[in-house]
């Protein structure tokens, strides 16, 4: 142990240091004052439409913005948009097991400064979330041109949900010609292929992950069972299939399906009472297969004035699998108790609406932009073995939003941007509505040296799904309130001698935030309202250095909190307070190699009921090395959790663990 702790610390050293001191030597490189060359440095990775629906080089945009281009997220390792995502400063990462895998509608939620809802998800700008959930583990990597984020509140251009930030997935226009396979422990298996033109791209994604037991440990504290079980993850396999067409110039096609499935098997590992029952370690408690599938279809259009986007995704996610002991007390029968019964459930979420704006240039210091949109959403419970389910109506509604925003160059420093939006429902029993705002200042000290201060207002409805779920382990809540924060945010952004600096001071404060609560004597949950706020500070730079070497870190201290009635504890903090972040790529020749690093700490387990406990830290760790011996070949090896540490990856109650050591052995070649 004291062996594996000091080279955990060396691999955090290792991933930090290297950057401070790359900075003390380009400082003294020749040239470095050139911010011309910075520009040229920048220009490729810098410019961000999200944040304000109009292109700017990062540095000119007031809010706190990270660009991951494909050429990054290939360096890293990353298999899918989840993983590109999950060693990201400010981020923090939660996994239901091996290869991303999640269990139906619990699923990987990318939790920005300490909240754990409100990520407002974009494929090409469309909302892609079905319920306010999302798969990303479901996006191939290889089909990402570039992913967009912006953190703090998002409602005032892009709605509900856009609360802790926006992560906006670019999709590639042009499929490159290219086969890959990969092999790797655990019965890992790859196969893409990818195959276009500038007007046409077909690609075809899949991968499989067979077994990875001890995914998680969970005590048994039933009426007549108690005891630990544990949860084998088998056959966690994806799919992904779809076509870009390139219309025109201005106009392009974009259609995805895609897939996942995973067994989850849980057995009892200890038994210290059972009330007569004979129940003996090794025997099954109980079988849960999910299934998710998702379609999603764009009609995207875009010149200098005018941008417009169609989108129609639908979604369906089945849980199935035998029930051997019983979970919920009842007239019938006691928790704990041997049954032989069927579990099920099914639902399927669909949404297809528009959003459209129109950018005006009034004289050469004022732009205005005025957009509208619209959203049809139907939650529908399809017809499955459990009662409750199919008790359950369909329910949708309209979703309704008009935004302008205002940016005005008072002089060649100050710059403000203003934004209004108004929001309402129609067509369903309880309708919303919300009007917020946003003010945004830049000072520009120089064209490479900005400083920001920003007010953002949010909102989020709450779903169907969280009022009058479909599961029998879930309560309604028909009078779930609407959620409404509001995030304050002074930064500094720099792009100089090959470093590109940015500094964030934020504080978050949201009223009624939606939260699910466990009942572990009922064992079942409910969502509710309650309240949330965290303040902190980010600082990350990405440096250029000399032959072949780049780096890059962050670090984020936060004090995330909430306050629920179910405790009547008051405020209580919730995930970790500290994060580090880090990489290293060298590229020589014909090699490339690239390791990275998330290490979170200070964390605690916030359970529904009990008071908050503090938890160990999990250290994220991949590693990539690639050779090209050509410009059609490449060999790539990486590696993910390199230290084959057991974290555990959940901030909540439950235990779910990371995959140990494993690698993948891939192939390309492009034709």
């Given at each position: ?29 020749p ?52 993983e ?9 990462y ?14 990987n ?10 990520t ?8 892609v ?46 499929n ?8 790797g ?12 033109d ?32 544990r ?40 038994v ?29 259009y ?10 129609w ?22 928790s ?20 459209g ?125 609407p959620?409404?924060?509001i ?14 600096w ?22 079942s ?96 760790t991949?590693?990539r ?9 490449e ?37």
């Amino acid at each position: 142990m004291k062996k594996k702790r000091w080279l955990t610390a060396g691999i955090i050293l290792a991933l930090s240091a290297h950057a401070p001191l790359a900075l003390a030597a380009e400082d003294g490189a020749p040239g470095g004052n050139d911010s011309t060359s910075a520009i040229d440095v920048y220009e490729m990775d810098d410019t961000i439409v999200t944040a304000t629906r109009t292109a700017k080089k990062d540095v000119d945009v007031p809010a706190s913005t990270m660009v991951l281009t494909a050429e990054k997220i290939k360096e890293s390792g990353a298999t899918n948009a989840a993983e590109a995502l999950s060693q990201l400063n400010g981020f923090t990462y939660k996994s239901f097991g091996a290869n991303g895998a999640s269990m139906g509608t619990m699923n990987n939620e990318l939790g920005i400064r300490g909240n754990r809802n409100g990520t407002l998800v974009l494929v090409n700008g469309n909302p892609v979330a079905w319920r306010t959930k999302y798969n990303l583990e479901m996006i191939p990597a290889q089909n990402i041109e570039r992913i967009e984020i912006v953190k703090g509140g998002g409602s005032v251009l892009y709605g509900s949900e856009a609360m802790a930030g926006v992560v906006n997935i670019i999709l590639k226009k042009n499929n490159p010609n290219e086969v890959t396979v990969g092999f790797g422990n655990y019965g890992q298996q790859k196969y893409d292929l990818s195959i276009g033109d500038e007007i046409l791209g077909i690609h075809l994604h899949t991968d499989k992950w067979d077994k990875q037991e001890g995914a998680s440990f969970s005590d048994l504290d039933y009426t007549k069972l108690k005891g630990q079980s544990r949860t084998d993850i088998l056959d966690a396999d994806k799919l992904n299939f779809g076509f870009n067409w390139n219309i025109n110039p201005r106009l392009q096609m974009v259609y995805d399906f895609f897939k996942t499935e995973a067994d989850y098997q849980r057995f009892i590992t200890r038994v210290d009472n059972s009330a007569g029952q004979g129940v003996v370690p090794g025997e099954q408690f109980n079988g849960r297969k999910y299934t998710t599938e998702q379609h999603v279809t764009q009609l995207n259009y875009k010149d200098d004035k005018w941008k417009g986007n169609l989108y129609w995704n639908t979604g369906t996610v089945e849980s199935e699998g035998p029930t051997y002991f019983t979970t919920t007390d009842s007239r019938s029968s006691i928790s704990g108790e041997r049954t032989d019964s069927r579990y099920n459930t099914r639902e399927r979420n669909t949404t297809y609406g528009f959003d459209g704006q129109r950018i005006w240039e009034i004289g050469d210091k004022s732009t205005a932009i005025l957009g509208i949109s619209g959203q049809h959403e139907v939650y529908q419970a399809l017809p499955a073995i459990s009662t409750k389910g199919n008790s359950i109506k369909n329910r949708m509604r309209n979703n309704w939003g008009v935004f302008g925003q205002w940016e005005q160059h008072f002089d060649a420093k100050n710059t403000g941007i203003f934004g209004l939006r108004e929001t309402w429902t129609t067509g369903a029993a309880e309708n919303y509505n919300n009007l917020s705002g946003s003010l945004q200042w830049l000072h520009k000290m120089n064209d490479n040296n900005n400083l920001y201060a920003s007010v953002n207002q949010s909102f989020i409805m709450p779903t169907f799904a969280q009022m009058f779920p479909s599961s029998d382990n879930a309560n309604p809540a028909p009078d779930l309130k609407p959620q409404y924060g509001i995030n304050y945010e002074i930064g500094w952004k720099q792009n100089h001698n090959k470093h590109n600096w940015r500094l964030a001071i934020f504080h978050t404060d949201i009223t009624d935030n939606i939260a699910a609560k466990w009942d572990k004597k009922k064992t079942s949950y409910t969502y509710t309202n309650e309240d949330f706020r965290n303040t902190g500070i980010e600082l990350s730079c990405d440096i250029s250095g000399t032959n072949g070497w780049s780096y890059q870190y962050g670090v984020t201290w936060q004090n995330p909190e909430t306050k629920s009635e179910s405790k009547k504890l008051g405020w209580e903090r919730t995930q970790g307070k500290l994060q580090l972040t880090g990489g290293i790529t060298y590229k020589k020749d014909k090699w490339t190699s690239s390791l990275s690093g998330s290490y979170l700490c200070s964390r605690v387990m916030s359970p529904s009921k009990e008071p908050a406990y503090a938890t160990k830290p999990y250290f994220l760790t991949s590693w990539r090395t690639s050779y090209a011996p050509d410009k059609n070949t490449e060999v790539a090896l990486s590696v993910d959790n390199i230290l084959d540490r057991k974290d555990n990856l959940s901030h909540s109650s439950s235990y779910y663990y990371s995959a140990p050591v494993n690698y993948l052995l891939s192939f390309s070649y492009k034709f």
